[in-house]
């Protein structure tokens, strides 16, 4: 699976949008991007997957560059809820499936 | 409800005394996964399971035993554990192996 990188901390004012960069330069054609979040020491939570498209559902939007190197996870209108650590992973739909989750973006929305 | 359930949420032990932390979806789920998290090292894989029988080690699988008899059940078994798993652990589940995993709320052991 191809590695991603991302910062280790960012912060967002509530009530604006938050956008979470994840660089993910080896990706192959048929590796998904993902993305979890962990509220403190909470099991983390799924919030979105996408392959070329941009996704949107009820709780962010995913945008992926056309050439599939880089990708940036929207909370449009960051809550302080939202406190997180946010992890970008790549996964392909066959082979293994070990995870490699990384150490994440750490988001803090201020009041 | 759809969950996975691990149990004990907390255990303080001693060096050396066998212990197994129980994980359970009922989600009918094939994929089930165990991870550690340790300050600033993020979440590691320990072991996974594709299906019945069928596990396969992760990045950090060392002093860990795992099985898988019944889908709905994926123990993590610490034979003789050392101070160095003290950690928070987490199971996960999901479909498939390559679809979104939904995670435990965590057990965090303590070895003394």
């Known amino acids: 699976d191809a590695k991603t990188t991302q910062p280790p901390s960012m912060d967002c004012a509530e009530g604006r949008a938050a956008n979470l960069p994840c660089n993910h330069s080896t990706i192959s054609g048929n590796e998904y991007v993902y993305w979890y979040r962990q509220i403190h020491s909470q099991g983390p939570q799924y919030i979105i997957h996408?392959?070329?498209n941009n996704e949107t559902n009820e709780m962010a939007s995913l945008i992926i560059t056309e050439d599939r190197k880089s990708s940036t996870l929207i909370l449009p209108h960051a809550t302080l809820r939202d406190t997180a650590v946010y992890y970008c992973?790549?996964?392909?739909?066959?082979?293994?499936?070990?995870?490699?989750f990384g150490t994440g973006t750490r988001l803090k929305v201020l009041a | 409800e759809a969950q996975v359930t691990q149990n004990p949420r907390y255990l303080i032990t001693v060096t050396g005394k066998k212990l197994t932390v129980t994980c359970s979806q009922n989600?009918?789920?094939?994929?089930m996964s165990w991870y550690r998290q340790d300050p600033g090292l993020g979440l590691r894989q320990i072991y996974y399971s594709m299906n019945v029988e069928v596990t396969d080690k992760g990045d950090v699988p060392e002093g860990y035993k795992v099985s898988r008899k019944e889908k709905r059940n994926f123990p993590l078994i610490l034979e003789s554990p050392s101070p160095n798993q003290t950690s928070l652990y987490f199971c996960a589940s999901s479909l498939r192996g390559y679809q979104p995993q939904h995670f435990g709320d965590g057990t965090r052991l303590s070895i003394l």
């Open positions: 996408g392959l070329k």
């Open positions: 989600m009918n789920h094939e994929y």
């Open positions: 992973i790549v996964k392909e739909t066959s082979g293994t499936y070990k995870y490699i």
